[in-house]
């Protein structure tokens, strides 16, 4: 209860506090509550909800507590399941957060509550810079409670990565500013090396939002298809390619620079039906509202490619659980897709039942993944020892 209470709460102090514009200071005092709310949860969990904040996050606090000095502390390691772990292993950019934290605080809690921060804090932007309006943040807040907050307890350097990406893609869409984008992306790969994915949606972007070939037509049986369209299916095409024959991936990955993830997919992947069911619903919606859909926005063959992304790359969840991780790039996107594809119902009452049915799927993925199953070990919540 205690996690549905911190979501509901805080996407409610949310909402409320866009009804408070003539006192700025009210309103942006209950902004930073309902902000700081799933934080200071985070913050004070036991160090075993979320398996690989026991795993690491644990184990370099208490080195970085105790070492003499940072050339110190990149020089300890840890075995953990008969491996071998060592800090100056980790990203430069995590390691030193858990250094500086725990020299000036000498407190895990306060770790945790500054790692899910750093991750809350370019969402919610990201989120107001494709739409201000409190009620849309707040239901892509929601999206992002129900379907990856507890994904963020778990995989911290993960997130904290595609917390960055995701504000650097929100400007991209937004403002076009590729500057800020490649900047975000830097300081995500200073916490996790697999930020570097953000190059595909770079490429994606730039495939999908040239305003030299907007307004260019395949012509094909007489009929004349937007350019956009057919760059969004062959992307989709060579995805599907790739993600289901792992020889060509491989190659792909030692390109990039990514040689470290090939375990993951090392195996034959098989399409997995229960990952493309949890995904069915916003496909239903999508499919539904289609051709209004890429009408209304012109970002929506981006959020349309992306999403078709997340449901290709999460089918890796048959090689292996830590291959899956990969579609966490594509899926934070659905903290928008989701808003903007209930905006495009008119009439209240009809909006009114889509949100709650909306609701009541997120509500069930949540159970099922991380109450039932218990992914990451986030369930049930303990409160650190004193």
């Known amino acids: 209860m205690i996690y549905l209470i911190i979501f509901i709460v805080s996407c409610l102090l949310i909402i409320i506090s866009g009804l408070f514009k003539n006192n700025k200071f009210f309103s942006k005092l209950l902004l930073m509550v309902g902000i700081l709310l799933p934080c200071l949860l985070a913050g004070l969990r036991h160090y075993t909800v979320g398996t690989d904040v026991k795993g690491y996050v644990y184990p370099m606090y208490q080195f970085a507590v105790s070492s003499t000095n940072f050339k110190n502390y990149l020089s300890n390691h840890w075995t953990i399941s008969w491996q071998i772990k060592s800090v100056s292993k980790y990203e430069i950019g995590f390691s030193a957060l858990i250094y500086i934290i725990g020299k000036i605080t000498n407190n895990f809690q306060v770790l945790l509550f500054f790692i899910q921060l750093l991750m809350v804090i370019p969402i919610y932007f990201g989120i107001k810079k494709i739409n201000d309006n409190p009620k849309f943040i707040s239901f892509g807040i929601l999206v992002y409670y129900f379907m990856l907050y507890h994904v963020s307890l778990n995989i911290v350097r993960q997130f904290l990565s595609i917390g960055f990406i995701f504000y650097g893609s929100c400007c991209l869409l937004k403002d076009n500013n590729y500057k800020k984008f490649i900047m975000m992306l830097l300081i995500g790969s200073l916490f996790h090396s697999s930020a570097i994915m953000g190059i595909v949606l770079l490429i994606i972007y730039f495939l999908l939002n040239n305003r030299k070939e907007l307004k260019k037509v395949v012509v094909i049986a007489n009929h004349k298809i937007p350019i956009q369209k057919v760059i969004s299916f062959i992307i989709i095409i060579i995805s599907t390619i790739l993600v289901f024959n792992p020889n060509l991936l491989i190659k792909a990955l030692q390109l990039i620079g990514l040689k470290k993830y090939i375990s993951y997919i090392n195996g034959d992947v098989t399409f997995s039906l229960k990952t493309f ?42 090689v292996s659980a830590y291959a899956q991780r990969i579609s966490y790039i594509f899926q934070t996107f659905n903290l928008i897709l989701v808003p903007k594809l209930c905006e495009l119902y008119n009439k209240k009452n009809i909006k009114k039942i889509i949100v709650v049915l909306v609701i009541a799927y997120l509500c069930y993925y949540w159970n099922y993944q991380f109450i039932k199953y218990n992914r990451g070990e986030t369930y049930p919540y303990i409160y650190f020892n004193k």
Not at 300 to 317: E, G, P, R
Request: with cysteine; aromatic share 20%.
């Open 277 to 318: 069911i949890f995904r069915l619903p916003i496909l239903l919606l999508l499919l539904a509202n289609f051709k209004r859909f890429l009408d209304s926005d012109k970002n929506s063959y981006f959020y349309v490619a992306v999403f078709c992304l997340d449901i290709i790359v999460s089918q890796f969840v048959s």
